[in-house]
């Protein structure tokens, strides 16, 4: 079975701009959760999307959104990006289908984001 | 709030020795999952275990141990007779029953010299 993957894998905006990035499950998963990773605030969960619907959030501003797609591909998208938004994004995918959570997340290979 | 820690910011070994990374949770749920991954520096998380709050049984995986322990809310994680390819930042995590989210400790840079 293939693992998540995420695209882009590299990407470099300046501030003010806006960017997308997308994060494909394992297949039969249809959980999918994003994460934000800095050398200063650690591994930060963003949010948690299951049959298109977000189902969890994290505590981040309104300029960090989300979607999934009916084949439960993730969208993430960051609006009016500012100089701290510069980091690893990691994407997650589960099976969603433990309501009670505690779930294993298997990981894609993360999204860099550089915003200059 | 549900909180991690991890102590080791670094831990630095030769090869061939036994290396242990500590991990202490808080949590005031009765049901909670707790987990190890490890990210090379490649940046992927890689999942090595997952353990529920009711099995306090230690877990040994090759040269992985664990070792459970709810009387002092600790997760720990042994890796015998360490090798280079060990080399890695090793994350515990904690996940409640309200949802899929984890809460990461700060992690624990490993590096094991030849």
């Known amino acids: 079975k293939a693992g998540v993957t995420q695209t882009p894998r590299y990407l470099i905006k300046t501030r003010g701009q806006q960017v997308t990035l997308s994060c494909s499950p394992i297949?039969?998963?249809?959980?999918v959760s994003w994460y934000q990773q800095t050398p200063g605030q650690g591994l930060q969960f963003l949010f948690e999307?299951?049959?298109?619907?977000?189902?969890n959030k994290g505590n981040f501003p309104g300029r960090f959104s989300g979607r999934q797609f009916s084949n439960s591909r993730s969208e993430m998208n960051v609006s009016t990006l500012e100089l701290g938004d510069s980091a690893l994004y990691l994407c997650?995918?589960?099976?969603?289908?433990?309501?009670?959570?505690?779930?294993?997340?298997?990981f894609g290979p993360g999204t860099r984001l550089l915003v200059l | 709030a549900q909180k991690v820690t991890q102590a080791q910011t670094e831990i630095s070994v030769v090869e061939k020795e036994d290396v242990t990374l500590d991990c202490v949770y808080e949590?005031?749920?009765?049901?909670?999952?707790l987990f190890w991954y490890k990210q090379p520096p490649s940046g992927e998380l890689v999942f090595l275990i997952r353990?529920?709050?009711?099995?306090?049984q230690n877990e040994i995986s090759g040269r992985y141990s664990w070792n459970f322990q709810k009387s002092t809310s600790s997760f720990n994680f042994t890796i015998t007779a360490s090798q280079v390819v060990d080399s890695a930042v090793y994350f515990c995590?904690?996940?409640?029953?309200?949802?899929?989210?984890?809460?990461f400790g700060e992690g624990t840079q490993l590096t094991v010299n030849p």
């Open positions: 997650a995918s589960s099976l969603g289908t433990q309501l009670g959570g505690g779930e294993t997340q298997y």
């Open positions: 297949s039969g998963h249809r959980s």
């Open positions: 999307y299951f049959s298109e619907t977000q189902r």
């Open positions: 949590t005031r749920d009765t049901t909670y999952y």
């Open positions: 353990r529920n709050s009711f099995d306090e």
């Open positions: 995590a904690l996940s409640e029953t309200s949802g899929s989210r984890l809460t």
